[in-house]
Nanobody, 122 residues
Framework: QVQLVESGGGLVQAGGSLRLSCAASGINFKINHMRWYRQIPGKQRELVAEIITGGNTNYADSVRGRFAISADNANNTVYLEMNSLKPEDTAVYYC????????????????WGQGTQVTVSS
């Protein structure tokens, strides 16, 4: 089993920055890709950024140029650097990983963190 634990959310003024972290822990696992989503109450969860094997990254149009996703593979941690924050970035941010576990019988599954609140005041 793999656990994803997010940290780094909080309250920030518009124009400010935050860095979110998502640490994966477990035994015998391999991360295929990691994504950050966000969700506002009453709305669907929105894909914000992803990083896939090899380091390729993709971003939602709404955050491209302001947010940056990166990975520390040695420590199984993914970061989301958020700059020039806007009030509309306010949401609960979730990390999601497509992770393969096991040694002999490999299983690939999607794992979610518990979410971290980001609030941007105007």
């Amino acid at each position: 089993q793999v656990q994803l634990v997010e940290s780094g959310g909080g309250l920030v003024q518009a124009g400010g920055s935050l860095r979110l972290s998502c640490a994966a822990s477990g035994i015998n696992f391999k991360i295929n890709h990691m994504r950050w989503y966000r969700q506002i109450p009453g709305k669907q969860r929105e894909l914000v950024a992803e990083i896939i094997t090899g380091g390729n990254t993709n971003y939602a149009d709404s955050v491209r140029g302001r947010f940056a996703i990166s990975a520390d593979n040695a420590n199984n941690t993914v970061y989301l650097e958020m700059n020039s924050l806007k009030p509309e970035d306010t949401a609960v941010y979730y990390c999601n990983g497509l992770i393969t576990t096991g040694v002999a019988g490999l299983i690939t599954d999607s794992y979610w963190g518990q979410g971290t609140q980001v609030t941007v005041s105007s």
